[in-house]
């Protein structure tokens, strides 16, 4: 196979991990929209959804997987298609958790309080979401620069969800009969922030693209409290 050959295919396959980027991001924004305004259509569309972002993810092992075996890739493309593989698991299971987010409404359905906090919600997943983009097009361009840096923003979004966290404990003291609705809205705001924890993993691998070197991303120590509690 040529040089050109290998270039269009991994050209062709950082266009797919874009494609999915946009549609876990747009799932991700959709889901909380619609837990927020309680709209369970649109939490059921967003569910069966996910579906084709695990179609794309396979399309794209597969393609990966053919390159590798059939174009004889050197180092710095062994290294990129090897990224690409990981980057589109780390893809789906972000789209997990915008499927997560959208069980959670359809779960809570039988509810008919409402629990404020969980509209900080909102501001966390676009956080997560920028991070998430600037990621991937980091990957994309072998932006290490930016893929060091990115991963501190994780902290934002673990302020927000200590807000939403302690808020849902202190709404279920004052009222017992919001135990079950606020037990459920906690996953959902854990599923927006293992999605900004992931963003770190795709920054590991645009490092690993541009240096050649496997460096895990030191978290916070704000963070490491916030996994033990």
């Known amino acids: 196979m040529t040089r050109t050959f290998l270039d269009q295919t991994i050209q062709e396959l950082k266009d ?5 980027e946009r549609m876990v991001s747009h799932s991700t924004i959709e889901a909380v929209g619609a837990l927020i305004d309680r709209d ?24 990966c997987l053919i390159a590798i075996a059939t174009q004889q890739p050197l180092a710095t493309d062994l290294r990129i298609l090897a990224s690409i593989l990981e980057i589109v698991t780390e ?3 972000m789209g997990d958790y915008a499927k997560g987010v959208a ?12 629990i404020p906090v969980i509209n900080r919600l909102e501001e966390m997943a676009q956080i997560a979401v920028d991070m998430l983009g600037k990621a991937v097009k980091a990957f994309i361009d072998v932006d290490a620069e930016t893929a060091r840096a990115l991963p501190e923003r994780d902290d934002e979004v673990d302020v927000i969800f200590n807000e939403i966290y302690n808020g849902l404990v202190e709404s279920m003291m004052e009222d017992q009969t919001r135990v079950g ?3 459920q809205l906690q996953w959902a705001a854990h599923h927006i922030e293992r999605m900004a924890d992931r963003v770190t993993n795709i920054c590991e691998r645009t490092i690993f693209v541009a240096t050649g070197i496997m ?11 916030v996994d033990l509690r």
């Open 91 to 93: 893809l789906e299971r």
């Open 181 to 183: 609705l606020a037990n």
């Open 40 to 63: 369970f259509s649109k939490s059921a569309e967003i569910y069966l959804a996910d579906q084709k972002v695990n179609e794309k993810r396979f399309n794209v092992e597969n393609e």
């Open 16 to 20: 797919e991990l874009l494609q999915i």
């Open 103 to 114: 069980k959670v409404n359809l779960l809570t359905r039988e509810y008919t309080q409402t």
């Open 215 to 225: 460096d895990e991303l030191e978290e916070s120590d704000d963070e490491w409290v």
